[in-house]
């Protein structure tokens, strides 16, 4: 399993950006993006299948926020924009070998990653 390491959270106001970082130390065929905010359970925000560049999105950041991959650094990175107090919270980077049509946020909620990082905070203010 690769070692993950996020980068690039911060704080923001409401309708700005924010890029977050994923360092693999490894190609890890499916990879993706979670959020813990206090009080609430871990939800999934996005999943990318690599190589196909398949992604699935939760609808709460569907057209605001993108997840890509730069293979060459093994990099999965998570490009928010038009931000909400909503989404604060600690992001997690998740990765491992997984069939493409286990690596949906549906599939991951059944069957969640072994592999995570230590998490990068996120605030957003209103």
């Known amino acids: 399993q690769g070692h993950l390491v996020e980068s690039g959270g911060g704080s923001v106001e409401a309708g700005g950006s924010l890029r977050l970082s994923c360092a693999a130390s490894?190609?890890?065929?499916?990879m993706g993006w979670f959020r813990q905010a206090p009080g609430r359970e871990r939800e999934g925000v996005a999943t990318?299948?690599?190589?196909?560049?398949?992604?699935d999105y939760d609808d709460s950041v569907k057209g605001r926020f993108t997840v890509s991959q730069d293979d060459a650094n093994n990099t999965l990175t998570l490009q928010m924009t038009r931000t909400e107090p909503e989404d604060t919270a600690m992001y997690y980077c998740?990765?491992?070998?997984?069939?493409?049509?286990?690596?949906?946020?549906?599939?991951?909620?059944?069957?969640?990653?072994?592999?995570w990082g230590q998490g990068t905070q996120v605030t957003v203010s209103s």
């Open positions: 998740a990765a491992e070998a997984r069939l493409r049509l286990l690596c949906t946020l549906g599939a991951v909620a059944l069957s969640p990653f072994r592999n």
């Open positions: 490894g190609r890890l065929l499916c």
């Open positions: 990318l299948y690599s190589g196909y560049g398949a992604t």
